[in-house]
């Protein structure tokens, strides 16, 4: 068995989904979250350049895991303080449960007309500091209004009323954070038709982001047609972060799935839409075929943050076949590749082993050369 170093901060092996806790301290910065620019992994510590992607918590200290760059204007103004979770797909379906508060107190009695201002006015104080004061009081604004929601069902028809009217993206994303806590089948049901026939694109995307912390099971078939219809690139990408894990669907509700994302991957010109795609593929695939596009964006997609997206989707999909393994190969021994893509190909290489000779040299070699460099990696290969 061969094995790497390593190295303190080396990333880790799945990224945490964003749950309705982790929404709304984002939400309050006008940013819950997207997966990274640059790939479908976490980036090499050594590599510079790459901002840190954050996991909101609850408390308003946002917890972080190193790596991507976020490619989303809402989404990039969060502040990374620590943690060793990987970031690196977007599509880890495990979050925190909803509607946790049962410390929170709440102020207003059954009947008292619902006031929004509070919450939007602690929003906007976080976006303008991004201190830890501010953050922390948008988080109580927040979970003090989400309270009112569970306990007062009239306070919950307002609220989801007001989701309906509001037209500013970032109020939309600290509303939605909001609705995304209380987690009651009105809502659900409410996201479901605005994320499918809202006339406006930001509540159309908030919609979505809703559905994705509730991890719907019913968002499936409103984001595959919106995948193949919609022209706002942000309504796109947050179809595809709420698109559910593929667990109990039949093999003809997968293949849709797999067509609408081999068409995102294939023509979308949006790179992180592209790239999710991609690692999608790799969680929805039914056979060998399916993963066909994955593979050629890996072979050639003009894209680095595609082509690393696309590695880290041929680990996701297991497939230990030639192809897939000689694919992988290819990219990892190109000096000319981007250095992100090579080592999710070393990575994907070492989650498909035990490996053929020829792969297992080149897995070997390429650990060699980090090493010979000061850099350190951890991953076994039998």
Do not use: K
């Amino acid at each position: 068995m061969s094995r790497a170093r390593l190295a303190p901060d080396a990333p880790a092996s799945r990224e945490p989904r964003v749950g309705p806790r982790e929404l709304a301290t984002a939400g309050a910065l006008g940013a819950f979250l997207v997966v990274g620019f640059l790939g479908g992994r976490m980036t090499s510590p050594v590599r510079g350049g790459e901002a840190t992607p954050v996991v909101a918590s609850t408390r308003a200290v946002a917890t972080v895991s190193r790596g991507e760059a976020f490619s989303d204007d809402a989404r990039n103004r969060a502040v990374a303080i620590g943690g060793d979770a990987a970031l690196r797909d977007g599509c880890d379906h495990e979050h925190s449960a909803p509607g946790d508060l049962s410390g929170e107190v709440v102020d207003a009695a059954p009947g008292t007309p619902l006031d929004l201002g509070p919450l939007l006015a602690a929003g906007r104080a976080a976006r303008a500091t991004e201190n830890e004061e501010s953050l922390h009081a948008a988080d109580l604004a927040a979970a003090a209004l989400a309270a009112r929601l569970m306990a007062d069902p009239a306070a919950l028809a307002e609220a989801l009323e007001a989701f309906g009217r509001l037209e500013d993206r970032f109020e939309l994303l600290d509303l939605a954070a909001v609705l995304a806590r209380v987690a009651d089948p009105e809502v659900e049901a409410a996201a479901l038709a605005m994320a499918a026939a809202d006339p406006s694109p930001a509540r159309r995307a908030a919609a979505f982001d809703i559905l994705d912390a509730l991890d719907s099971p019913e968002t499936r078939a409103i984001a595959v047609e919106t995948l193949g219809r919609e022209a706002d690139v942000d309504v796109r990408r947050a179809a595809l972060r709420a698109m559910p894990e593929p667990d109990g669907t039949d093999w003809s509700e997968a293949g849709e799935v797999s067509t609408a994302l081999a068409g995102v991957l294939r023509s979308d010109q949006d790179e992180e839409s592209a790239r999710r795609a991609a690692v999608l593929i790799g969680r929805w695939r039914r056979d060998a075929a399916d993963l066909d596009p994955v593979i050629g964006a890996l072979a050639s997609d003009p894209r680095p943050g595609v082509r690393a997206g696309a590695a880290f989707a041929l680990e996701v999909a297991g497939d230990r076949s030639r192809r897939v393994v000689d694919r992988l190969v290819a990219s990892l021994a190109s000096d000319d590749e981007d250095p992100l893509v090579r080592e999710n190909a070393w990575r994907a290489l070492g989650a498909l082993s035990p490996l053929p000779d020829e792969a297992r040299r080149a897995w070997r070699d390429y650990a060699d050369g980090r090493e010979s460099e000061g850099e350190a990696l951890e991953l076994e290969v039998d």
